[in-house]
Nanobody
Framework: VELVETGGGLVQPGGSLRLSCEAS????????MGWYRQTPGQERELVAV?????ATNYADSVKGRFTISRTGDTVSLQMNSLKPEDTAIYYC?????????????????????WGQGTQVTVSS
């Protein structure tokens, strides 16, 4: 599975951005898809994930502000009320592994395929 992210950029605090990730390849094998983010010197952390049934799981820091959605081969992340601490490189991820709960996808180790990353900068 290959993943290509688009939609990053510079936005002022309180603004919005929408990230998209288009998947190609063995799409029939995808179960979970999600977004992670990483800042320099920090581990990659969960932002939001969605399983094949549409169940979602969000990091506490983004609940109520970010929304993950999936349409066909594309998974998107709508980010509203952005804060400077949301600044990071955002990565799209896909997993062929099936789990009965989205809680299992909170670990980045459950994902085999990753996009190249897109920079999101929140600054005035």
């Amino acid at each position: 599975v290959e993943l290509v992210e688009t939609g990053g950029g510079l936005v002022q605090p309180g603004g919005s951005l929408r990230l998209s990730c288009e998947a190609s390849g063995s799409l029939f094998s995808i179960n979970g898809m999600g977004w992670y983010r990483q800042t320099p010197g920090q581990e990659r952390e969960l932002v939001a994930v969605m399983d094949s049934g549409g169940a979602t799981n969000y990091a506490d820091s983004v609940k109520g502000r970010f929304t993950i959605s999936r349409t066909g081969d594309t998974v998107s992340l709508q980010m509203n009320s952005l804060k400077p601490e949301d600044t990071a490189i955002y990565y799209c991820a896909a997993s062929t592994l099936y789990y009965p709960s989205t809680n299992y996808y909170r670990s980045s180790q459950k994902f085999e395929s990753w996009g190249q990353g897109t920079q999101v900068t929140v600054s005035s």
